[in-house]
């Protein structure tokens, strides 16, 4: 291990933690299942959302946040059928 890497590897998880508060704070992302780590070197977003829109915003939000940590985006866009889909029929 290199001198000064743990305080490094300790800062990006430290940012992780930030990212994923503010993600999880952010009315415009309620309702999706993110979560957010720091994986060798880069913060990496996973989970999903319902709509491009939803992916966009949590990008944005976390590229905002985390300063110059490189923000990787495993997010998948699961749309949720309208409440008239999901009614069973008679």
Known sequence: MEPGSRNLRGSLH???????????ASPSLAGTHIRCEALEGRIVLRGYVSTYSMKHVARVLAESVSGNSRIEDHLDVI?????????KQP
């Open 14 to 24: 430290d940012t992780a933690v930030v990212v994923q508060a503010h993600l999880d």
């Open 79 to 87: 749309p949720v059928p309208p409440k008239w889909q999901t009614r």
